[in-house]
Protein backbone atom coordinates (compact mmCIF):
# COMPACT_ATOMS: atom_id res chain seq x y z
CA UNK A 1 0.00 0.00 0.00
CA UNK A 2 2.70 2.45 0.85
CA UNK A 3 4.40 1.72 -2.27
CA UNK A 4 1.87 2.37 -4.78
CA UNK A 5 1.12 5.64 -2.60
CA UNK A 6 4.59 6.52 -2.90
CA UNK A 7 4.91 5.75 -7.17
CA UNK A 8 1.44 7.84 -7.60
CA UNK A 9 2.68 11.05 -5.62
CA UNK A 10 5.88 10.40 -7.59
CA UNK A 11 3.95 10.45 -10.86
CA UNK A 12 2.20 13.57 -9.57
CA UNK A 13 5.03 15.69 -9.44
CA UNK A 14 6.86 14.85 -12.79
CA UNK A 15 9.28 12.45 -11.16
CA UNK A 16 10.59 8.85 -11.90
CA UNK A 17 9.19 6.29 -10.51
CA UNK A 18 12.23 3.13 -8.83
CA UNK A 19 8.68 1.17 -9.07
CA UNK A 20 9.74 -0.07 -12.80
CA UNK A 21 9.77 1.15 -16.19
CA UNK A 22 6.85 4.10 -15.91
CA UNK A 23 6.26 6.41 -18.07
CA UNK A 24 6.08 9.96 -16.71
CA UNK A 25 4.54 12.36 -18.27
CA UNK A 26 6.07 15.92 -17.56
CA UNK A 27 3.18 18.98 -18.04
CA UNK A 28 4.80 22.08 -19.42
CA UNK A 29 2.98 25.19 -18.12
CA UNK A 30 2.94 28.74 -20.00
CA UNK A 31 1.37 31.89 -18.94
CA UNK A 32 1.08 34.90 -20.64
CA UNK A 33 0.68 37.91 -18.80
CA UNK A 34 -0.71 40.55 -17.98
CA UNK A 35 -3.61 39.42 -20.85
CA UNK A 36 -5.23 42.01 -22.14
CA UNK A 37 -1.46 43.94 -22.72
CA UNK A 38 -0.63 47.47 -23.69
CA UNK A 39 3.33 47.41 -24.29
CA UNK A 40 4.78 44.12 -22.97
CA UNK A 41 3.11 41.04 -23.48
CA UNK A 42 5.73 38.88 -20.46
CA UNK A 43 5.96 34.63 -21.07
CA UNK A 44 6.63 32.56 -18.20
CA UNK A 45 7.25 28.85 -19.49
CA UNK A 46 7.66 26.19 -16.52
CA UNK A 47 9.60 23.12 -18.33
CA UNK A 48 13.02 23.20 -17.46
CA UNK A 49 13.86 20.69 -20.26
CA UNK A 50 13.02 22.96 -22.79
CA UNK A 51 16.03 24.09 -24.77
CA UNK A 52 14.81 25.21 -28.05
CA UNK A 53 11.98 27.51 -28.01
CA UNK A 54 10.51 29.17 -30.80
CA UNK A 55 8.05 32.34 -31.07
CA UNK A 56 5.73 32.52 -33.97
CA UNK A 57 3.30 35.44 -33.87
CA UNK A 58 0.33 36.09 -36.22
CA UNK A 59 -2.73 38.18 -36.09
CA UNK A 60 -6.00 37.06 -35.98
CA UNK A 61 -6.77 36.89 -39.74
CA UNK A 62 -3.15 34.53 -39.74
CA UNK A 63 -0.46 37.16 -41.11
CA UNK A 64 3.01 36.30 -39.44
CA UNK A 65 4.77 38.96 -37.75
CA UNK A 66 8.23 39.08 -37.17
CA UNK A 67 8.90 39.44 -33.59
CA UNK A 68 12.14 39.06 -31.39
CA UNK A 69 11.47 37.93 -27.61
CA UNK A 70 13.99 39.34 -25.13
CA UNK A 71 14.91 36.78 -22.63
CA UNK A 72 14.67 37.77 -19.31
CA UNK A 73 15.24 34.80 -17.11
CA UNK A 74 15.19 30.92 -16.78
CA UNK A 75 11.87 30.25 -18.94
CA UNK A 76 11.20 33.80 -18.89
CA UNK A 77 10.29 36.10 -22.28
CA UNK A 78 9.57 39.57 -22.67
CA UNK A 79 7.56 40.65 -25.95
CA UNK A 80 6.99 43.92 -27.07
CA UNK A 81 3.88 44.53 -28.07
CA UNK A 82 3.96 48.77 -28.61
CA UNK A 83 3.95 49.00 -31.91
CA UNK A 84 0.95 46.39 -32.78
CA UNK A 85 -2.30 47.41 -33.79
CA UNK A 86 -5.31 46.94 -31.54
CA UNK A 87 -6.72 43.56 -31.71
CA UNK A 88 -6.32 39.87 -30.95
CA UNK A 89 -3.10 38.25 -31.57
CA UNK A 90 -2.00 34.15 -31.36
CA UNK A 91 1.45 33.57 -30.25
CA UNK A 92 2.99 30.47 -31.40
CA UNK A 93 5.60 28.93 -28.72
CA UNK A 94 7.35 25.67 -30.01
CA UNK A 95 10.62 23.64 -28.90
CA UNK A 96 12.64 20.64 -30.82
CA UNK A 97 13.71 19.08 -27.44
CA UNK A 98 10.18 18.40 -26.11
CA UNK A 99 8.35 18.35 -29.17
CA UNK A 100 6.09 21.05 -27.36
CA UNK A 101 3.71 23.28 -29.79
CA UNK A 102 0.71 25.00 -28.46
CA UNK A 103 -0.42 28.56 -29.78
CA UNK A 104 -1.92 31.26 -27.17
CA UNK A 105 -4.50 34.07 -27.88
CA UNK A 106 -3.89 37.84 -26.52
CA UNK A 107 -5.29 41.21 -26.78
CA UNK A 108 -3.45 43.90 -27.60
CA UNK A 109 -4.92 47.60 -26.57
Known sequence: MIAAFAASTMAQSGLESPFGN???KV???VELFP???VDF???QITDSRQTKT???LHNIIGNELKIQPEKVG???YKLN???LAPGYYLLAIRDQATKYNKT???LKK
Open 22 to 24: ETV
Open 27 to 29: ETK
Open 35 to 37: NPT
Open 41 to 43: LNI
Open 54 to 56: TFT
Open 74 to 76: DGR
Open 81 to 83: VKN
Open 104 to 106: FKF
